[in-house]
């Protein structure tokens, strides 16, 4: 991940780099009330291709915004859920929402 290997300038850009992008603000928020499989998030985060969700989860997962749990079966069975450092950010994705919803009114 090129975020990685640049060092924030601030903790606003430290944040950002963790959680900015097209999806990672959607995948907290659907995750936000449950433990889903990868199917789940790939049809509840509309527009994004399989690769760009497994890249994203990883990412997620390096920066420990969400668990993942692998379950030893056939078909292979895996589960997504927010740690307690993502589950913090949904307070600020709530506002993130709402200032959306108002701006979008407006147009």
């Known amino acids: 991940m090129k975020q990685r290997n640049t ?4 903790a606003v850009d ?4 963790r959680i900015g992008g097209k999806y990672k603000g959607r995948i907290i928020w659907v995750l936000r009330e449950d433990i889903l499989r990868y199917g789940e ?4 985060i509309v ?3 399989p690769k760009m969700l497994t890249q994203t ?3 997620m997962e390096a920066d420990d915004l969400i668990s993942r749990k692998v379950y030893l ?3 292979p069975k895996v ?10 950010l949904i307070p600020f994705i709530k506002q993130m929402r709402n200032w959306g919803e108002k701006q979008m009114k407006k147009k």
């Open 57 to 59: 989860l990883k990412e």
């Open 41 to 44: 998030l790939k049809r509840a």
């Open 79 to 88: 589960e997504y859920q927010l740690t307690k450092t993502g589950s913090e």
């Open 47 to 49: 527009g994004i291709t």
């Open 73 to 75: 079966e056939v078909p």
């Open 14 to 17: 430290y944040a950002f780099q």
């Open 7 to 10: 060092k924030a300038f601030c």
